[in-house]
């Protein structure tokens, strides 16, 4: 428990438009019976991944019980962000009968000011693996002209 006490820490209740409010921890045992790592990169590119894109904010989200939970990163000069951490269910669960999925679902959110909006629901984070999000980016001039 003590390695998501980092997730829990940057969690914070979103109030849509308005800044973002006050830190709020969250309980993922009220969720989950039982929780394993999962882990989370995004590599930001352009012009069909020829060149990487440094800066991106990326926000990688979860809403449990109408809360939407945040983290924020941004890409290196690589384009890539770290690899965080992330709750998701044992892998041993999706051979419980009963269990709906063996994966944990996040919606990721990646900005920067010269480049087009992209989001991703459904995001599967599965225990014990990198799920890697390679995010090519439209350039915003680009994208009035088509």
């Known amino acids: ?3 998501y006490r980092k997730w829990q820490k940057v969690c914070v209740y979103d109030t849509g438009d308005m800044p973002m409010a006050d830190e709020k921890e969250v309980n993922y045992d009220e ?3 039982l929780i394993a790592d999962g882990f989370i ?3 930001a590119y352009t012009a ?5 894109v440094s800066n991106v904010k990326v ?3 979860k ?3 109408n ?10 000069t690589s384009g890539s962000t ?4 992330v709750p998701a269910p044992p892998k041993y669960l999706s051979t419980e009968p009963g269990f709906a999925h063996p994966y944990a679902s996040y919606s990721i959110k990646v900005t920067h000011h010269d480049y087009t909006v992209v989001e991703y629901d459904d995001v599967r984070v599965f225990d014990g693996v990198v799920s890697l999000l390679e995010v090519d980016l439209l350039p915003l001039k680009l994208a009035e002209i088509e």
Do not use: C, D, G
Not at 48 to 52: D, K, L
Not at 82 to 85: A, G, H, L, Q, R
């Open 41 to 43: 990169k995004v590599q």
């Open 67 to 76: 809360e939407k939970y945040l983290r924020s990163l941004s890409t290196n």
């Open 31 to 33: 969720h989950h019976a």
């Open 59 to 61: 926000e990688v989200s």
């Open 63 to 65: 809403t449990i019980n």
């Open 1 to 3: 428990m003590e390695q």
């Open 48 to 52: 069909r991944r020829a060149y990487p």
């Open 82 to 85: 770290e690899v965080i951490t």
